[in-house]
């Protein structure tokens, strides 16, 4: 019998690498999309589309029901915050399978200061983070942060390192969320400054069933998109590794905050000015962009593998640690994200530099 699974957030990137991910899995699975953008819709590759309000929206569990039933989903998977956050609140009146961590969970890792907070308190590594009270108390916490330049600002909710900008004094902090308050109506108390950690920029991506981790992968950040470090935490090329020291805090972190976690956890792990690997953001409950490179290499397509965890099918293996290296995923705008191996890079490619 086919398995039919819901992607939200259907033509963006997100669940367009999920679909492409899913079918290199198994072809036979049946794989509907849905999306409030009409437009970014109809770019999708899923088989069936369908239009529906955005996640915030009173109707959106209606319009998820009305697509779970026509179309005999078993199993939904929410491709961004804002839906994973909706979905897990309204799981219970949705006739299929959700694999979500529980939504305090989630609610606690959408709140990158709470999350942080909860990190150093479990003595997992973490930047040092402040919240911004106001304006004015800007200038004490860099002094709290110490003489290191720079010092990161954000917005403590969102994803795509929304308002994010490095800055180098207090006077470049409050001119950004001065910034951000006029022109999008932010306000400062939605900021942190946190330390700037400068070493080796990590994702990891896990899967997890009833506190037992099933399967980690993970990958280092080679050149980011566009080619400014800091930014938003897509890489341009980006290449498997093995280690442990990454996947070990990974674990860390989650059972920093949920004992008995179930569903996928990503992380963004960056070293700190010691080497350390310290997680800096977790996305509880959805999948990396750059899944592919989690699931086109290795033993296990993790997508697959968490599509038969939800389902109760079969998975053999617990624990492990999958990080087949020498592969590299290289990534443009308006092309199909490319995984090679080390050694293709010398195929079908003649020199003729001087």
């Known amino acids: 019998m086919t398995t039919r699974v819901l992607v939200t957030g259907a033509g963006t990137g997100p669940s367009e690498n999920l679909l492409r991910s899913l079918r290199a899995g198994d072809a036979s699975l049946a794989l509907v999309g849905c999306h409030h953008d009409r437009f970014a819709l109809k ?36 491709t961004s915050d804002a839906d994973v956050r909706r979905v897990a609140r309204v799981r219970r009146c949705l006739r299929c399978r959700v694999f979500l961590p529980r939504t305090s969970v989630i609610e606690l890792c959408q709140d990158k200061y709470a999350l942080t907070a909860r990190l150093r308190a479990r003595g997992v590594p973490a930047p040092r983070t402040y919240r911004v009270t106001s304006p004015r108390a800007i200038g004490a916490l860099f002094a709290r942060l110490g003489p290191a330049r720079p010092v990161w600002c954000r917005i403590r909710f969102g994803q795509g390192a929304l308002g994010a900008l490095a800055v180098t ?81 990974c674990d860390a972190a989650v059972r920093a905050v949920d004992r008995r976690a179930s569903g996928v956890f990503c992380f963004d792990v960056r070293e700190d000015a010691r080497g350390v690997p310290c997680v800096t953001e977790i996305n509880a409950g ?69």
């Not at 306000?187 to 099933?214: K, N």
């Open 43 to 78: 770019s999708s590759a899923a088989d069936a589309k369908y239009l529906v309000p955005p996640a915030t929206h009173r109707d959106y569990p209606r319009a998820l029901g009305r697509i779970i039933g026509r179309e005999k989903v078993d199993l939904l998977i929410p």
């Open 169 to 249: 004094t207090p006077a470049q902090a409050r001119a950004w969320i001065d910034h951000w308050k006029r022109v999008r109506g932010v306000r400062a108390t939605a900021f942190t400054l946190s330390e700037y950690l400068p070493g080796r920029d990590f994702s990891c991506q896990s899967l997890w069933h009833d506190g037992a981790r099933v399967l980690t992968k993970t990958f280092e950040r080679v050149a980011p998109f566009g080619g400014q470090p800091g930014g938003a935490s897509v890489a341009a090329l980006a290449k498997i590794v093995s280690d442990p020291r990454v996947a070990d805090v």
């Open 286 to 354: 959805r999948f990396s962009m750059s899944t592919n490179l989690y699931d086109l290499v290795g033993k296990h397509n993790m997508a697959l593998t968490y599509v038969r965890l939800a389902l109760g099918g079969p998975v053999d293996f617990r624990g492990e640690y999958d990080a087949p290296e020498g592969y590299y995923m290289v990534r443009e705008l308006d092309t199909l994200a490319g995984i090679f191996h080390a050694d293709e890079f010398f195929e079908g490619i003649e020199d003729v530099r001087p």
